[in-house]
């Protein structure tokens, strides 16, 4: 069985790579022999999709979750269990150093709707954003976003808390980026498998392996192990989070409210 996983992105990639390494290796017993390859390309959203519903270059991905053309002819199987239990909807807000004092100031004056956000061309997120009346910039692809924020083509970059750093970290902007620590804001999202049509052995694998994974509590090590720092700064009471709305919570009833901490929304 030849299974490529389609991984663009630093923040989560190896998180994404251990789990589904761990999939495979739990679900050896009753499936073939498997190798496993990594795309690292950066084809962004559109492209990425019809690689995976091709099956060639890759046929999987974890993205989140999501209907569309796609997943309604079962060009693309979703494995609908979220990989990161919610924890990608928690958003950190990657912001021009030297806009800190205004970013702040609108923070505190609960006012980030006053504020464009960049977002990546065709990310779900955007859609959510703009549904709780924010004004989103979603022109861009994940690999000139920082430069457009640097640039000033919106002012704040939400990106998951899990990835923010990292993501900052690996980019050649960082000395004029940085992570605002306040506030996170927290809206339903899910982050899944999503495998070519082409493929549905590996569909039905990786769900079979995903939930061994999460009933023996193997899937709470993982997620302790990768983002342990990230998880107790969002259970910490000083942490201020802002909760938004998902447009349509029946698509995820699993994640309808936060599943780390309560909140209210402000």
Partial sequence: MSVSLWASKSGRGEFELALLKAILERTEQH????QLS?????????????????????NVYVSGLREDDYTREQQILLVRQPT????????????????????AKAAADNDL???????????????????????????GRFTNLFEMLNYGRFDALLLGAVEAKQELAASPLKAELSVAE????????AMVFQVSGKHPELAHRI??????????????????QYFGDTIRHIRDKN???????????????????????????P
């Avoid at 958003?91 to 205004?102: G, H, L, M, V, Y």
């Avoid at 306040?182 to 999202?189: C, E, L, N, R, T």
């Avoid at 201020?240 to 029946?250: A, E, G, Q, S």
């Fill in 31 to 34: 499936y073939p022999p498997y």
């Fill in 38 to 58: 990594v795309m690292h390309d950066p084809l962004g959203t559109q492209r990425g999709r019809q690689v995976i519903a091709d099956g060639e270059l890759a």
């Fill in 84 to 103: 990161m239990k919610g924890l990608i909807g928690y958003r950190s807000a990657i912001i021009r150093t030297n806009d800190a004092e205004r970013f």
């Fill in 113 to 139: 709707r006053s504020l464009v956000i960049g977002q990546g061309r065709g990310w779900e997120d955007a859609k959510i954003l703009r549904f709780n009346h924010y004004t989103v910039n979603d022109n």
């Fill in 182 to 189: 306040q506030p996170i804001v927290y809206y339903p999202h």
């Fill in 207 to 224: 769900a079979e392996g995903f939930e061994q994974l999460i009933q023996d509590g193997s899937h709470e090590q993982f997620l302790e």
């Fill in 239 to 265: 942490t201020r989070i802002i909760v938004l709305k998902h447009p349509d919570p029946t698509l995820m009833p699993e994640l309808a409210k936060p599943l780390l901490r309560q909140q209210d929304t």
